[in-house]
């Protein structure tokens, strides 16, 4: 099933950022500077950034016919409205993921070099934390967001959810320690980033079995998404050896022309690869101590819209 299907179709476009005029109803102003957070929300609990948008969508539909000076909070107010939307839209997105050909990846998004800077961030929209959040409830997912990357308190969780302040705490409480036994090992300095970026960036062009081998953890992850398009791993690929002969004699040696180039996805390391001059697909890359240890391929044209241009996140 394709992955833009039971898409909905409004008729009016939320505002972007860099639409603000001299003259702008309050509304409209009021939802530009809070645009990008709204994004982050809905996208950190859905993983789609077509989702996102949609979700942006009908969020802009509803605070356009409030009186915004009616409103005293007005950044809990539309974080309430964005997260019951996205609540909602999870739905059609897990009957999406049951049909889905092969293993299911977040969309990549192309950020820029400071969001890198904001290390909770960065680590929350992170392939890798995406699909250790995948694990959770929806409402558990959306405390989560709320509470430990966006830093609200229980009682606005609580009224974006539909939930009591005791009833959050707990779900709170659930979620972190879900999250704590799954998610991906300390971050490391972005000079050791850079650093097992271009080796693992030279390894994959050279091809050179050894080279991928050092840089890869013995408990390496590579993950793949074509969504049933494109070629890719039906399963997980576990292991350094494994991966290694994966990527040194796998579809990156099958295309003649060719390009990789580094990038930032979602927050951290990636590669951007281009065949004959167009976006074949990215790599998303998690270093931890030095070594990669997971590789998070995403081929499925309709999730790689927004690696052609950087996408504004923010907390």
């Known amino acids: 099933m394709s992955e833009r299907s039971e898409r909905t179709t409004g008729t009016a476009e939320p505002p972007a950022p860099a639409a603000q005029e001299q003259s702008v109803d309050p509304a409209t102003e009021v939802f530009v500077a809070h645009r990008n957070l709204l994004f982050t929300v809905a996208y950190e609990m859905l993983g789609s950034a077509a989702d996102a948008e949609d979700v942006l969508q009908e969020t802009w539909l509803r605070w356009a016919g409030v009186d915004p000076t009616t409103v005293r909070e007005k950044r809990a107010y539309l974080v309430r409205i964005v997260t019951r939307q996205a609540l909602d839209r999870m739905r059609a997105l897990g ?42 409830a929806p409402v558990e997912r959306a405390v989560f967001v709320l509470r430990e990357v966006f830093d609200l308190g229980y009682d606005e969780i609580a009224e974006a959810v539909g939930k009591s302040p005791a009833a959050v705490r707990q779900l709170a409480y659930r979620a972190r320690a879900h999250v704590a036994a799954r998610r991906p090992r300390g971050a490391v300095s972005p000079a ?14 050279t ?64 590669l951007l690869v281009r065949v004959d001059g167009e976006v074949d697909g990215v790599v998303a890359v998690r270093v931890e101590n030095g070594f990669v240890t997971g590789a998070y391929h995403v081929r499925n044209p309709e999730k790689l819209a927004r690696v052609a241009r950087e996408t504004a996140v923010s907390r």
């Open 95 to 136: 009957r999406r993921k049951e049909s889905y050909v092969g293993p299911w990846l977040p969309e990549p998004l192309l950020t820029a070099p400071d969001v890198a800077e904001d290390i909770e961030l960065a680590d929350s929209i992170s392939m890798a934390m995406l699909l250790v959040m995948e694990t959770l």
């Open 192 to 205: 050791q980033t850079r650093a097992a970026l271009q080796a693992f960036q030279r390894a994959v062009e």
């Open 207 to 270: 091809g050179e079995l050894q080279g991928l081998v050092d840089i890869l953890a013995p408990d390496v992850v590579a993950l793949s998404d074509g969504g049933g398009v494109r070629h890719a791993l039906l399963r997980p690929i576990v292991g350094a050896d494994k991966v290694a002969r994966l990527l040194a004699g796998g579809w990156w040696q099958r295309e003649a022309e060719r390009s990789v180039e580094p990038v930032q996805i979602n927050g951290g390391p990636g």
